[in-house]
């Protein structure tokens, strides 16, 4: 009876890690998007109706591509029309939740028969796909001439232009991505780990996927690390009897601790004594619009 | 090496060749304030040619108009024969000039090569470290430069992060290098390394051009030729065999008429401040104040004249609480307040003049809002010890407006409608109707017109008749010198010397200030 | 200054921004989500005018929707000036949602504890427990921020996730659980809280509070205080105001403010009185967020705060019309808030800059 719950906390994993590299890629170039929820629930939600029209296929692209539209969006309204962040992220998700609801509630349902997500011995293959994303953009991040320009817009975007990068380029980029991969996870999480849609279906994953990005310290490895520990949590919430019979580890809890670990990181990455030894593990420019003077 | 632009245009440069040419640069910002006033300045090939002036002089603005981060009014630049014209830094980079900030431009929390090869042009997609790895060695090492190549920069000290930024400008080609204060931030011994890298630097052709408001003592050392600018014009230009500390001083400073302020004498009192061997770190943790001890008294202006950078603010910040001390003591009218909070400090009658004016007012708020600033503590003007009185705190805004001539259209006027001169007034206003026994100023003329600045000093020059003691921080020599009772010229965190008004003399006290006789 | 693709077009930072200012944005924000809903409502085979009239006078008609719009709209008010409090001072508040569970938990605890009490005295005992519990959940992020500089937006909503996990652990087969399983107890009757004319006495309450507020920040020292230290921490050091202790106050209040609405919403609506199936109290919490588009709607004026939380409250409740009367689509009345949350945060770029024509000068 193990088996399942395994491939089940993957498939978690996988919507956390597609989620949250994505964000970690916008985080790296200094930019905050708390809405996360939204785009997976765009995704979802784009992803399931193109579903039932044109299959699942079709479906997993239209969601990721309708996640990057909105990722999209936040660039606009953050970087170019110097939105607050916060607010940005917070007016898309809202609108999202109202928007979703609208377009898609009237599909409420499971998948047709038949469309079932493919699965070897179980497991998805979107978790090796997910895995491949995460080398990729850890790959970009710390091996190439790209990835240090993102790197660098993070952490001093005036700096960076004065040697010479693109830094609107590169936060645009980047934020789109971050919508890309929302609107996977999104698209994922309904079609494969419900394979039904119900009135907003993201659970709070987003926000999870969002505390794991600070948990990583903004480390694709630690993000890999965390995704799989997050995960396992997650499931072994809804089916603590697949584990050990007879202890009745409460939901609530289990539900409450990657967000509770998350702000222990944080408060000890503040710490003076952290900031000494592992220094500047946050990018300095997060969170604050880039104005050119 | 990849081949870099710069590389083709300075290809069989000759030493002692010309290799850039500023002819007539003028530039003139909106207001009319003329900044550089028809500029020419040249360069040769392994040459050392320092540019010297004041701040104000026009310096920073010739700077960034070499480095493409302003275009001129008039005027033409051209390297080696040829005329460029700068768009952006980016343009001046390509060409071969590189740029050494006074404040690093680098990111911390990467490492020396990244830093190094960010954004470089020729640096391909997959960032092939080893390659460059070797490259970057092999110039430190034509250069006599000793860095760790993956120490990140937030580890490394103010001298090794310049020599980070030179060799950043190195590789990407940079024949002329342009260095803002490079020796402002450096130890001693850091200095002399310095000193031997741009030797060796010039030696292989390149172009040096240091730009400096003081350490004198060093430029002499290595500049072969000197330039000096003041007002925007260039004052004078010295081979560094007919140069010397008093003479460079003067045209620095030059010879000026004292301002029509009248030095009053009034009764020297009591002392009120007392400072006991002062030592504390600036921003980076490199010391700035290096042991100061001095007492100002009742009725007394004590003057400290000095350029940007060589401690005053961090002592102005020690003394009101801003920052603290890593050793010393600071009394105030026989109480030991080394330790106490900056509310405490105000409540006790310290006074502080911030030197910039957006420290010292908030824009969006009125009149009658920023005066309250300094009375929101004071019972006196807090009804039921809850409620602010603003009945009392518009009518001293009306006094305000009156006895310091602000011109404002009333006390609901938000100050960020108030001119530049009348914003300071009402900051003086705001601290000097405490009546705070000591009031400290910090640069309280900076950016002022002469009405405001004539203002301003004989408020000052009325405020010690009245009995309290003033602690004048000041970039103008002029006013140091026609307001203060005693003087003191600081230089790299300590006092020179602390001298009486009678028997102090213009051109050594300039010297002191740029470094001679420490 | 920036230019845009269209080289005619710059953008100019505004230095100081009015009052009449901000009203017209706000209103040309309300004309604009009106227009674009209208188009969703054509879409859907509605009259635009027709369906808004229905949601308005169904919103305030007095024997119809008007105590449930007062409702939600005395909710918003107060995580309206939960949110507004700290921003005040710089500090952005995200974490309203979790104060209100907390402040729930807080005013339940005491009624549940004490069921016999009068309710002269059990129910300001449960406000002010709802308060406390709302104020420290608000001043744990205060702490975090003005002593360790930790990020107060990714705190607060951290500590909000965690907060519907309490409430959840506590009614969903927990202590407090109902005969349900998935909801909690009824509240005592003694908690409930008294009506006038269809509306619950909080909204007195909250009223009195947000005059309360407006001046306590304009007129008290403390308020004055904290509004230099959120126009410019700079200013505010220097002359002798402490950031830390100012932070985790604001966030206290806030967080109590917050709090409070925990007792509002359970046990001023008849329809509750008890805390619902996590679905549905989710849906409540995430109405918190509104504080945040309010009190940026309002540029922090908490009088401001009462008409427009009103506003949207009427939104809210008259929107339900739509499915119900008019049998138009599911999700057309949460469509409505999500046009207008994303309008008016778009609109946010008015409050910053103008857009000027370049007049192109020929040298």
């Not at chain 1, 009237?106 to 179980?122: A, F, N, T």
């Not at chain 2, 080394?338 to 910039?356: D, V």
């Not at chain 3, 003005?146 to 705190?155: A, H, L, Q, Y």
């Not at chain 3, 739509?322 to 008015?350: H, K, T």
Request: proline letters at 5%; aromatic letters at 10%; a positive charge.
């Amino acid at each position: 009876m193990i088996w399942p719950f395994i491939t089940r906390s993957l498939e978690i994993a996988t919507i956390l890690l597609l989620a949250a590299i994505g964000e970690l890629l916008d985080e790296r170039a200094g930019v905050l998007n708390v809405g996360i929820e939204g785009l997976m629930l765009f995704g979802g939600a784009a992803g399931f109706i193109a579903a039932l029209k044109w299959g699942l296929l079709p479906g997993f692209i239209v969601g990721t591509i309708v996640g990057g539209a909105f990722g999209l969006l936040h660039a606009i309204l953050s970087i170019t029309l110097k939105v607050n962040q916060v607010v940005s992220g917070m007016g898309i998700w809202l609108f999202a939740m109202g928007f979703v609801t609208y377009w898609a509630d009237r599909y409420s349902g499971p998948l047709p028969m038949g469309m079932v997500s493919p699965r070897i011995y179980g497991l998805s293959p979107m978790f090796f796909i997910a895995l491949a994303i995460v080398f990729v953009i850890w790959f970009i991040l710390s091996r190439t001439h790209l990835g240090l320009k993102i790197r660098a817009v993070g952490e001093d975007p005036s700096t960076a232009e004065v040697s010479g990068v693109n830094v609107i380029r590169i936060r645009y980029l980047c934020t789109t991505i971050g919508g890309l991969l929302g609107g996977l996870a999104g698209a994922f999480l309904v079609l494969t780990y419900l394979a039904c849609w119900s009135h907003l279906p993201t659970m709070g994953l987003g926000w999870v996927a969002l505390a794991l990005v600070m948990f990583s310290l903004w480390r694709p490895p630690i993000l890999l690390a965390g995704a799989l520990l997050f995960g396992f949590i997650w499931q072994f919430a809804i089916s603590p009897e697949t584990i050990y019979a007879g202890i009745p580890a409460p939901l609530p809890i289990l539900r409450m601790l990657p967000f509770a670990v998350t702000i222990i990181f944080l408060t000890a990455i503040s710490t003076e004594r952290f900031r000494r030894k592992w220094a500047l593990a946050k990018p300095a420019a997060l969170g604050q619009p880039y104005i050119k003077e | 090496m990849s081949i870099t632009e710069a590389d083709i245009l300075f290809k069989d440069v000759k030493k002692g060749e010309t290799i850039l040419e500023m002819r007539g640069i003028t530039k003139i910002y909106p207001g009319g304030v003329v900044a550089n006033d028809h500029i020419d300045f040249d360069l040769k090939a392994g040459e050392i040619h320092a540019l010297l002036g004041e701040n104000g002089a026009g310096k920073t603005t010739l700077m960034n108009i070499l480095y493409g981060l302003l275009r001129p009014d008039e005027g033409e630049i051209y390297i080696r024969g040829r005329k460029v014209v700068f768009k952006s830094p980016l343009d001046a980079i390509r060409m071969g000039i590189g740029m050494v900030h006074q404040h690093r431009k680098l990111i911390p929390a990467h490492t020396v090569l990244e830093n190094i090869v960010l954004g470089h042009p020729k640096v391909g997609k997959i960032l092939n470290l080893d390659e460059i790895e070797r490259e970057v060695r092999e110039l430190c090492e034509q250069y006599g430069f000793k860095l760790d190549l993956h120490a990140k920069v937030w580890q490394l000290s103010a001298g090794e992060k310049q020599m980070v930024e030179i060799i950043k400008a190195l590789y990407r080609g940079a024949r002329i290098l342009i260095l803002d204060e490079p020796t402002s931030e450096l130890t001693p011994l850091e200095i002399e390394k310095f000193l031997e890298s741009i030797k060796v630097m010039a030696e292989k052709g390149l172009g040096i051009v240091p730009f400096v408001t003081h350490k004198l003592p060093i430029v002499l050392r290595v500049a072969d030729r000197i330039t000096i600018l003041r007002r925007g014009k260039v004052v004078a230009r010295m081979r560094r065999e007919e140069a010397t500390m008093l003479n460079l001083a003067k045209k620095m400073v030059g010879r000026e008429v004292l301002f029509r302020t009248v030095r009053v004498k009034a009764k020297i009192g009591e002392p009120i401040l007392e400072v006991r061997d002062l030592h504390a770190l600036n921003d980076r943790g490199v010391p700035a104040i290096k042991g100061i001890s001095f007492t100002v008294r009742e009725g007394e202006i004590f003057g400290i004249a000095g350029v940007t950078g060589n401690g005053q603010q961090e002592l102005a910040e020690v003394l009101m609480g801003l920052r603290k001390p890593i050793k010393g003591k600071i009394i105030f009218r026989g109480r030991d307040i080394t330790n106490a909070s900056i509310l405490e400090r105000w409540k006790l009658g310290m006074g502080y003049i911030p030197p910039e004016r957006e420290f010292g007012a908030i824009k969006d708020f009125t009149l009658v809002e920023n005066i309250a600033m300094n009375y929101y503590f004071d019972e006196k003007f807090v009804k039921s010890k809850l409620l602010l009185d603003y009945n009392k705190l518009r009518e001293l805004a009306m006094k305000a407006i009156s006895e310091f001539n602000i011109m404002a259209p009333s006390v609901d006027t938000k100050a960020g409608h108030l001119s530049g001169g009348n914003l300071q007034k009402l900051i003086l206003a705001r601290v000097m109707m405490r009546r705070p026994k000591l009031l400290i100023a910090n640069l309280p003329t900076h950016g002022l017109d002469v009405g405001a600045t004539e203002f301003v000093r004989n408020k000052l020059m009325e405020y010690k008749r009245e009995g309290a003691a003033v602690l004048l921080i000041s970039e103008d020599l002029d006013e140091v010198l026609s307001l203060s009772d005693t003087v003191a010229p600081i230089y790299e965190g300590r006092f020179v010397s602390i001298l009486p008004i009678e028997r102090v003399k213009k051109e050594e006290i300039g010297a002191m200030m740029a470094g001679a006789f420490s | 200054m920036i230019s845009l693709r269209f080289p005619r077009l710059k953008f100019e930072r505004i230095v100081v921004l009015t009052g009449a200012d901000a009203i017209k944005i706000s209103a040309l924000s309300v004309v604009i989500s009106f227009m674009v809903f209208g188009a969703f409502l054509s879409f859907e085979g509605a009259d635009p005018l027709v369906a808004y009239e229905h949601i308005f006078s169904f919103a305030f008609d007095p024997k119809l929707g008007l105590p449930t719009t007062l409702h939600r709209g005395f909710f918003l008010i107060f995580n309206t000036l939960a949110f507004i409090i700290p921003l005040a001072a710089g500090i952005w508040n995200i974490g309203m949602e979790g104060q209100f569970y907390l402040g729930t938990i807080g005013a339940f605890a005491v009624a549940y504890s004490f069921p016999d009490l009068s309710p002269a005295a059990l129910i300001p005992l449960m406000l002010i427990s709802g308060a406390i519990f709302g104020a420290a959940y608000g001043a744990l992020a205060g702490f975090l921020k003005g002593k360790m500089n930790v990020n107060e937006v990714v705190v607060t909503i951290m500590l909000n996730n965690i907060a519907f996990w309490l409430v959840y652990l506590l009614t969903v087969g927990g202590p407090w659980a109902g005969i349900a399983e998935s909801t909690s107890r009824p509240l005592p009757e003694n908690a409930w809280a008294p009506m006038i004319w269809d509306t619950p006495f909080t909204g007195i309450l909250v009223i009195a509070l947000a005059i309360l507020v407006y001046f306590f920040l304009k007129k008290t020292t403390i308020g004055y205080q904290i509004r230099i230290l959120g126009s410019n921490p700079i200013v505010a050091k220097h002359v002798g105001i402490s950031a830390p202790k100012i932070s985790v106050l604001v966030m206290a209040i806030g967080g109590a403010i917050a709090g409070l609405s925990g007792y509002h919403m359970w046990a001023g609506d008849p329809a509750f009185l008890m805390i619902p199936r996590p679905e549905a109290y989710k849906a409540i919490g995430d109405l918190t967020y509104w504080g945040i588009i309010l009190g940026l709607i309002c540029l922090l004026n908490p009088l401001a705060s009462v008409p427009a939380s009103i506003f949207i409250g009427s939104i809210i409740v008259g929107t339900t019309v739509l499915v119900r009367r008019l049998r138009l689509p599911f999700g057309l009345d949460v469509l409505f808030l999500g046009i207008i949350s994303l309008v008016f945060a778009a609109f946010q770029f008015f409050h910053q800059y103008r857009i000027k024509r370049v007049k192109v000068v020929r040298r």
